[in-house]
């Protein structure tokens, strides 16, 4: 083996040429490339796919959101705002304990087996508020009546869309608070409800974010 300095000079020089030009293809031009490319042919879904109301960035279509009342003193966990639709559980957000500053969102599953007795708790609760919340004068609701959705967060925590069942559990109670009639609200659903990606991947989905925006257009 040669190890003379030219040879080692040699070898160095090609290295650093390689390195050089895959930084300048992959770290610049590939990048590039593709945002092009993203922003071109998918300028919705690359930036964000940001759902507007009245001029403003009010969301994503792809992250949920709460819909709850103001935090009273010695509440530990806001009540939701029943006027609106509510979005499925979010159990398995952490808490950001890296920078206090800032109050982000953080995703994960709640990794419970499904004879986890924290698990079981936590779906009776939730189950109990939801026939509560979503029972009216003269329509109570049957615990057999609620979704598994109503009741257990996703994967991520962030499900952003509920069932058309789950969205329909609650539109009496909506067009109550509202005061609106029962048919207006299922109309309303009906018409943010998607189908199957396809036609065959998925299940039918209500986003919730993009429903609450044309109930308050609505109500206006």
């Given amino acids: 083996m040669n ?5 080692t000079a040699r070898l ?3 290295g650093l040429r390689a390195l050089l030009v895959l930084t300048v293809v992959c770290g610049v031009l590939y990048p590039l490339a593709v945002t092009g490319v993203a922003q071109g042919v998918f300028p919705h879904q690359a930036n964000g796919s940001e759902i507007s109301a009245n001029g403003k960035v009010v969301g994503s279509e792809l992250i949920g959101q709460r819909y709850d009342l103001p935090l009273k003193k010695g509440q530990e966990t806001a009540a939701p705002d029943l006027k609106w639709f509510q979005p499925r559980p979010s159990n398995g957000l952490g808490t950001n304990s890296v920078n206090t500053q800032y109050k982000l969102i953080l995703s994960g599953a709640t990794n419970r087996s499904g004879d986890n007795k924290e ?8 189950k109990a508020a939801v ?5 009216v ?4 609701v049957s615990p057999s009546d609620v979704p598994a959705d109503a009741v257990t967060s996703s994967g991520s925590g962030l499900d952003p869309a509920i069932s058309p069942a789950y969205a329909q559990l609650q539109v009496r109670r909506v067009a109550e608070r509202n005061h609106l009639s029962v048919g207006q609200v299922e109309k ?16 039918p989905r209500v986003n919730v974010l993009q429903l609450n925006i044309a109930l308050k257009q609505l109500v206006k």
Avoid: C, M, Y
């Fill in 137 to 140: 004068p003269g329509h109570p």
């Fill in 3 to 7: 190890n003379s300095p030219a040879n």
């Fill in 12 to 14: 160095l020089w090609a």
């Fill in 188 to 203: 309303l659903v009906e018409q943010h409800t998607d189908g199957r990606i396809l036609g065959f991947v998925g299940e």
């Fill in 119 to 126: 698990l079981i708790d936590w779906v009776r609760t939730a």
């Fill in 131 to 135: 026939v509560k919340d979503n029972s």
